[in-house]
């Protein structure tokens, strides 16, 4: 019981030392009394046109919030300070820095400003404003700002604010609020920022009637004392004076000056309804939120359970997705490799030889087509794709489509019809060529696989300011279970028919997804074993006609053709092989062909030989890539034709030769039908 009142009686003296010590520490040292009674007069600086912080009032007296609290400071220190009047703010800084001036009375604080002020804590908040001409579309945010003209106060703290965070923007001055009020309000400016309840005073006392208060800013006036840095001694009995001046008096100013006086909220009989209103109604959500809590347990434990079915749904999908991509690698592959075995016997006649190898090459496309499925379906996934329109001719387009699809489905005994639904003056269209080819191709393809008998139309028009294309079959249709999952990756429609057709179930997927990014949909209606319509819908750009290069690079070739000599920098034996024989077998050229093993040596040869017409240049190489050889190449000669010839095909790869110096670009498995104009365009050119 002793040591308990002791230790009260400890903590109650520590507490009472406490109060002293910070009561005397708010109290004005001798030395600070005798500087005031040296100093005759302490200069502070008065700028009494910012209305209602300090301001000349009707009776020709100093007036405003500002004012209040400087008199309130001498009270406490019971010294009468010197005001010195100033109608030009940028006077008031220079001599602060010149310290012809102790004090300045309403300051914001800056950064530039604390190299010759020390600030002290602001009297108040109040709120920027922007302020705009009443039949002006309101301004929410400088950053929006565009190119309208902004006027400021110079040299005003907000001024330097504004011009730090938005250095952009068209900045007028003027000298004072009032001012750039007026010139916002005859048309001359498009806007000001200053603090809310300044604007408003001046608006109303100047009678402003074009202008208003059109939103607040992040950023607030927050005024208070500043003294100037050398003075040490003044600084502290500004500090101390601060300090002694309670929330209460702070509290009457501010009241009397900005708001209309108050009764504190919790005197209010309104205030403890709502109180005792609040405590039920947090009693009734608390009980309320426990059942909810309750309700989304379960709801959440039924979620995890078809998440769960899901993931190992994807799972077992992506399993079977796996085994796929072996089977469909593994069958052309076995018919490349089995047919080119039996390509090497004896005995074999031209027919069979003929058959053998177009089989080989059946298979070949048929290899890459599903290598092509999976680096797309993979390069999608990224969503780092890049969108390239050009100008493209529908009716050309669907031409090649008819030409390429017409004896495909003759094979199967199936009609391919094409239906032009175009007005006259509309066909040329602005769009990503490559990514619509896909599109329609693996639509095609996917008609073609499930029809047997019958026909598909292609119907393509433009209506509502919509490409329109309609790929209508009468195959096999899409069972109602499987009409939710046509489009997702890994998930094929009819399984068990896929399993004897084939395909990675890849194509819709594809289709879907380049559809996304070119602004489109596709949606499609079906009927079970009668056939389904895919409707393609993508944004109708038009584009000028005639724009569409379709002039012909080939030379006439009834005389015979002159020698060129063509570097291939290839340093695979078979590929090298390969583009030879293709470029010997051509009856329209007649080249000289020269090869390089490696980057460093197609350098060698093009500085060693100035007869070069054209370099076939391969991108992987060792000791120097094609990239940098190129680059050395064109140093050497820069109108030397370069066309990248590389297994890396996509629009970055395509890109980045193009960067390197590259004229063109064709990819492996090179084609010889895309090779000739390719040679064509530029063994001509170079004649």
Not at 210 to 239: H, M, R, T, W
Not at 278 to 294: A, C, G, T, Y
């Amino acid at each position: 019981m002793m040591l308990k009142k002791l230790f009260y009686c400890i903590i109650t003296i520590l507490l009472l030392c406490c109060v002293i010590s910070c009561s005397n520490s708010h109290q004005l040292s001798n030395k600070e009394k005798e500087y005031l009674r040296n100093r005759d007069t302490i200069k502070v600086a008065v700028f009494p046109y910012y209305p209602p912080y300090q301001f000349i009032n009707e009776q020709s007296k100093m007036d405003g919030i500002f004012i209040s609290f400087l008199e309130l400071i001498e009270n406490k220190i019971n010294y009468k300070f010197k005001k010195v009047y100033y109608s030009d703010w940028e006077k008031v800084l220079n001599d602060a820095k010149n310290k012809k001036i102790d004090i300045i009375l309403e300051i914001q604080q800056t950064k530039d400003k604390e190299e010759y002020l020390v600030f002290y804590p602001p009297l108040f908040e109040s709120k920027h404003t922007i302020v705009q001409k009443k039949d002006q579309e309101p301004i929410q945010n400088l950053k929006n700002f565009g190119t309208k003209k902004l006027i400021l106060p110079y040299q005003y703290s907000i001024t330097e604010i504004i011009h730090t965070k938005y250095p952009n923007l068209s900045i007028g001055y003027a000298k004072d609020e009032l001012e750039c009020l007026e010139k916002v309000n005859n048309g001359e400016y498009d806007a000001y920022v200053g603090p809310k309840a300044v604007i408003k005073y001046l608006i109303s006392k100047n009678n402003l009637q074009n202008v208003a208060i059109s939103s607040e800013l992040d950023f607030s006036y927050s005024p208070g004392l500043a003294v100037i840095k050398d003075d040490k001694v003044l600084q502290s009995i500004i500090n101390k004076s601060i300090h002694n001046i309670s929330q209460n008096e702070k509290k009457l100013i501010i009241d009397n000056w900005l708001f209309n006086v108050i009764t504190p909220f919790y005197e209010k009989m309104g205030f403890w309804i709502i109180i005792t209103t609040s405590i039920v109604f947090i009693l009734i959500v608390i009980v309320s939120i426990n059942r909810f809590l309750k309700y989304k347990i379960k709801q959440k434990t039924r979620q995890l359970r078809i998440a769960k079915e899901k993931a190992e749904e994807s799972d077992r999908l992506k399993t079977v997705f796996i085994q796929n991509i072996s089977h469909e690698i593994r069958t052309p592959m076995n018919g490349i490799i089995g047919f080119s075995e039996l390509l090497n016997k004896e005995n074999l006649t031209i027919e069979e030889q003929k058959e053998y190898a177009k089989i080989i090459s059946s298979n070949g496309k048929d290899l890459i087509n599903s290598i092509d499925n999976i680096l797309e379906i993979a390069k999608l996934q990224t969503e780092k794709i890049t969108i390239k329109p050009e100008e493209i001719d529908l009716d050309a387009l669907f031409e090649s489509i008819y030409k390429k699809y017409y004896l495909k489905a003759k094979e199967k005994n199936v009609q391919f019809l094409i239906e032009n639904k175009l007005n006259q003056n509309i066909d040329v269209v602005l769009i990503d060529k490559s990514k619509l080819f896909k599109i329609l191709l693996h639509l095609i393809d996917n008609s073609i696989k499930f029809t047997n008998e019958g026909s598909i139309l292609i119907r393509y028009g433009v209506e509502n300011n919509e490409i329109i294309i309609d790929i209508q079959d009468t195959g096999i249709g899409i069972k109602k279970k499987d009409k939710e999952t046509i489009f997702n990756i890994f998930t094929q429609s009819e399984k068990e028919i896929s399993k004897n057709l084939g395909g990675l179930g890849l194509g819709l997927s594809i289709a879907k997804k380049n559809a996304d990014l070119l602004g489109g949909n596709i949606k499609f209606e079906t009927i079970e074993n009668q056939g389904t319509v895919f409707t393609l819908t993508l944004p109708y750009i038009p584009a000028k006609k005639g724009n569409i290069e379709t002039t012909n690079t080939y030379k006439s070739f009834h005389e015979k053709p002159e020698k060129h000599i063509i570097l291939i920098a290839e340093d695979g034996d078979v590929n090298f092989l390969f583009l030879k024989t293709i470029l010997t077998k051509m009856p329209e050229f007649n080249f000289v062909i020269h090869r390089a093993e490696n980057g460093k040596k197609a350098v060698d040869i093009c500085l060693g030989n100035q007869q070069i017409d054209l370099v076939l240049m391969d991108i992987k190489m060792p000791i120097m890539d094609g990239y940098e050889a190129t680059k050395k190449i064109k140093q050497i000669r820069p109108k030397l034709p370069v066309i990248a010839q590389t297994a890396y095909s996509t629009d970055e790869d395509i890109q980045k030769a193009i960067e390197a110096g590259c004229d063109d670009f064709i990819s492996k498995p090179i084609d010889r039908n895309l090779l000739k104009p390719l040679l064509s365009r530029y063994i001509f050119k170079t004649t």
